[in-house]
């Protein structure tokens, strides 16, 4: 409702100061303006002693703060990286993290609850209302505003001076490139870490259950094995990185049944072997259904067609899964002819 909607013959508040401004009666007009509360002082305000206790508790928490930082770069300077400690209940931490996170915390936590119990207890805390104003400034500021600016441009000698503003300009175009260096410490480029897997030629595949490598005839018709190279073990410390680009999945199908010319040429006797990580956004597959030979990732349903090159046929996978060549090594095992042949898991990692 605008101002122009209000009937001027209903009871509005006058000013602001009115002692009944919170108690105008608006029994007849439901909808009329209640105006600003009453103004009650705080203790602060009628009390000094009050006052100052206010005034030591913000200086207090502000040099808090202040003291917080003085730990936080001691803390930086002196605590090795590769320290843990126990702190109850969160267990084992970076005892730098820890520091780090604690004291930066404290020093901003202390400099908001400094300036917040300032602002309740000692500022002003008279309400005031202000009417709303054009938004656009009236002409005449503007051509004061312009004036100014072209007076500045002049006093400055900037259009007289190019050595100046040469070099001004370089050194505000270069100055950004000083963030640019600081993320050199993100680590180094990951190179071809992520376009290539650990499998190699000769690799025996193992099962990941029992640990045993696996012969075709462990590979049953209807079943879905998990496996993973050989020589990967669990307490490797780079373990969890290997494993998330060479899990690998192996199902039989009747040879007769499958539609691909080169899925056919890569398995074995029938048994294809997959890259398990979805290419959608990564995640572990884990269902297949036997009689239509698709296998489904949990996290968004995109569905694969393991007799068909896996294929996508439904969901938001932007790609097939890759298959790995396998064959038959000598003493009857099946082993890895090679590396996958492209970059396994999320697309992204094809077009970086
Ligand atoms: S990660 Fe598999 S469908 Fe999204």
New binding site residues.
């Given amino acids: 409702m605008s101002s122009q909607d209000i009937p001027e013959d209903k009871h509005l508040p006058s000013e602001q100061g009115d002692a009944h401004h919170g108690a105008v009666a608006v029994a007849d007009d439901p909808f009329a303006d209640p105006g600003l509360p009453v103004h009650k002082p705080r203790i602060q305000d009628i009390d000094e002693r009050a006052a100052k206790r206010s005034e030591r508790t913000v200086a207090m928490l502000f040099t808090l703060s202040m003291l917080a930082t003085v730990g936080f770069i001691a803390s930086y300077v002196s605590i090795p990286v590769d320290k843990i400690i126990y702190v109850f209940p969160i267990g084992k931490v970076s005892a730098l993290n820890f520091a780090l996170g604690l004291t930066l915390g404290v020093a901003l936590f202390c400099i908001g609850a400094g300036a917040v119990h300032w602002a309740r207890t000692l500022m002003s805390d008279v309400e005031v209302a202000d009417d709303r104003h054009e938004i656009a400034a009236p002409a005449d500021v503007k051509a004061k505003v312009m004036q100014d600016f072209a007076d500045g441009a002049n006093e400055s000698g900037i259009a007289r001076r190019p050595l100046i503003r040469n070099t001004m300009l370089g050194a505000l175009a270069l100055v950004p490139l000083s963030g640019v260096m600081l993320l050199r410490d993100l680590g180094p480029l990951p190179e071809k870490k992520l376009r290539k897997t650990v499998w190699s030629k000769g690799k025996l595949i193992i099962n990941q259950n029992t640990m045993e490598p696996l012969r075709p005839e462990d590979v049953l018709v209807g079943s879905l094995t998990f496996a993973m190279p050989e020589g990967l073990e669990e307490d490797q410390h780079d373990f969890q990185v290997q494993i998330a680009k060479a899990a690998l999945m192996l199902v039989r199908i009747k040879p007769e049944d499958i539609k691909d010319k080169q899925e056919l040429e890569w398995s074995h006797e029938g048994i294809v072997a997959y890259s398990k990580i ?1 290419t ?4 572990p597959i884990s269902l297949y259904e036997q009689q239509t030979h698709h296998v489904l ?1 949990p ?4 569905t694969f067609d393991l007799s068909d090159g896996a294929r996508v046929i439904f ?3 932007g790609h097939a899964l890759p298959q790995l060549r396998i064959g038959v090594n000598d003493e009857g095992f099946l082993e890895a002819l090679g590396d996958f042949e492209e970059p396994v898991g999320p697309a992204f990692w094809e077009r970086g």
């Fill in positions: 979805c959608h956004v990564g995640c990732c996290c968004h349903q995109s969901g938001p996978a």
